[in-house]
């Protein structure tokens, strides 16, 4: 059974770093492309970034381009997002999502089959 379980979320200032995890169980993390998406109230649920299936590239969204990286760690089956320079505007809940061979493209990518639960970011200001 292939499952996602989000960690790291918490309250931060602006300005502050935070590394968010993906811990994976139920398949092999190079078979499947991992992106994190995120959700502020009220807000429709967006991209943040995309790292391919089979060691394909990585996408970031515009609004996270400098400040965020997603990286994985195959022995722990675990993805991450280290963000930096956080902004009160990156208040959200952040989800993880895994589709099996997909390939990320810079336009977006959407219609990923598995999800995590989220994790909180608050971002003082």
């Known amino acids: 059974e292939v499952q996602l379980v989000e960690s790291g979320g918490d309250l931060v200032q602006t300005g502050g770093s935070l590394i968010l995890s993906c811990a994976a169980s139920?398949?092999?993390?190079?078979?499947?492309?991992i992106a994190w998406f995120r959700q502020a109230p009220g807000k429709k649920r967006e991209g943040v970034s995309c790292?391919?299936?089979?060691?394909?590239?990585?996408y970031y969204a515009q609004f996270v381009k400098g400040r965020f990286t997603t990286s994985k760690d195959n022995a722990k089956n675990t993805v991450f997002l280290q963000m930096n320079s956080l902004k009160p505007e990156d208040t959200a809940v952040y989800y993880c999502a895994a589709d099996e061979n997909y390939y990320c493209s810079p336009g977006g990518w959407d219609g990923m089959d598995y999800w995590g639960k989220g994790t909180l970011v608050t971002v003082s200001s």
């Open positions: 139920g398949f092999t993390l190079d078979d499947y492309a």
């Open positions: 790292l391919s299936s089979h060691h394909g590239s990585t």
